[in-house]
């Protein structure tokens, strides 16, 4: 063991690791939010360099098998031999995520009449795009140059991370690896959503094309992508969610259940437009839980609140975190909790009463709207389950590199309509099997809201007695435990898709 490790302590890591922490964050947080041109990444990696080393990783290793299965210092060690290969891998990808990052903020993309887009801008441009030449000629430029450019780059960053991960040789494979160090079967996940995608076939041959002709007017065959962008885009109810209300209105409802919207002011909203922000809505929890920056590239409409609503859940989760927790609590762990109190949020944008109460759109025109967010639902989860199962094969190794894009186009394709494009194949993965944190998560939340429901009437979201209780006994949590373990605490069931099912069909009927 080197000198410089020799002395780092499970306690040095854990007060190094949270400024280590704090800073990546800050950067990504400046750099996603359109503040600075790119991230530095790398000189955070040096200047924290003896907290990720082998011999840092084999120490928590140790201590790790050495514990008592179900003690705390099992569940904590375990949570740190996770982001410790994290932070590995990490490290050794840095320079080209940095690359990533900087090409994404400049990258402008060129249409066939000469005229140019702002890569970030491109699926703003191609959701409110209502002359759907425009939106292909967009769809069509942005796909030539993401293949000449971007995809090699996120290629060669999966090539890597695979090879770094199996390099620590913590068990047999990638996929091995991420299961013994997150706690979460993959296999078991994969039949789940396999099942999921046989169960709610029906029902999607049922209504995709009904909403596709209605809503576009266009034939099933022929959409792609950038059509469903525009689709779930929803102009036609842009009117009744005002953007000028809808940080208020939300406030008012957080308010309204006892919980500050704000955290006392450790919440900061950025919610303007900047060139160079991210398309891509973001929480950056700088400081748990003293400093977290809810960011939002305004889209417009409807998908702005349910946006921010989505984000504000990540915020409040982290803004009140016990702060007496140790640093894995706050920082690590699995990260479909968060998730799942960001989709107990933005699930309100399909309860009736709360859309009534907090919207313009008016009795009437509710269950038009709540119908048409059971679809949008019903799509994102057969996306997510299709993705989940392209990417076991992705980190899985049993496809080569070079048929992944044919395999990515096929899966896809079939489980949504839309058509895909080879391009992407490489770009549509969120690292480090993200989306079965989304699919758990879509688990959890639908349990914490059965469970509220069950607690404090249909209406929970404002009842003055459901606030105070979300916060001791979710948000102060943090991630302490693993999303089942949460569900069989607070619902006493098992996670599974079955709740969801039943309330997409409830909503579809």
Sequence with gaps: MSPATASLSLDRLRHDGQTFMEEMSREYYLAMGGLKPSAELQPIYEKHGAIMTPDTLAMTLEAFRGSGPQTEEHVRTRMLLEWLAGLLSGRELAPSDEREMAWEASAMVTLSDGSKVQYERAPIEMANAGDRARRLAVYSARNTLVEAELAPLRRERFERERDV?????????????????????????????????????????????????????????????????????????????????????????????????????????????????????????????????????????????????????????????????????????????????????????????????????????????????????????????????????????????????????????????????RSEAFVDVDPGYYSARYLRAWQLQSLLNETLTERYDADWWRNPRAGPWVVESLLAEGQRELAHELAKRVSGRDLSFAPLVREIERLLS
């Design 165 to 421: 991960i199996e390099r620590l040789d913590l068990a047999d494979g990638y996929n091995a690896t991420w299961e013994l160090l997150s706690g979460v079967s993959l296999t078991d996940l994969r039949a789940q959503c396999e099942q999921f995608l046989k169960d709610t076939q029906a029902a999607w041959d049922e209504t995709a094309p009904e909403f596709i002709k209605r809503v576009l007017d266009i034939e099933p065959r022929h959409a792609t992508r950038a059509d469903a962008l525009a689709l779930f885009r929803a102009h036609a109810f842009d009117s009744y969610f005002p953007a000028r209300e809808m940080e208020s209105r939300v406030q008012e409802q957080v308010s309204a259940m006892g919980v500050d919207p704000l955290a006392g002011g450790r919440i900061r909203l950025d919610t303007g437009e900047r060139e160079g922000k991210r398309s891509r809505a973001f929480c950056a929890p700088v400081r748990v839980p003293d400093e977290v920056y809810l960011v939002l590239r305004p889209h417009g409409g409807q998908t702005d609140w349910s946006t921010f609503l989505h984000e504000l859940g990540h915020a409040l989760h982290f803004a009140y975190v016990r702060p007496d927790y140790p640093f894995e609590y706050r920082w690590l762990g699995d990260n479909s909790v968060t998730e799942s109190y960001a989709m107990l949020f933005d699930g309100l944008m399909q309860d009736s009463g709360w859309l009534k109460r907090y919207t313009d759109l008016g009795e009437s025109r509710v269950p038009t709207f709540t119908r048409s967010g059971g679809f949008e639902e019903l799509h994102l989860m057969r996306r997510y389950c299709a993705k989940f199962i392209y990417e076991t094969h992705l980190y899985g190794g049993d496809v080569r590199w070079e048929s992944l894009p044919d395999l990515y186009v096929d899966l896809l394709t079939r489980a949504t309509t839309f058509q895909y494009s």
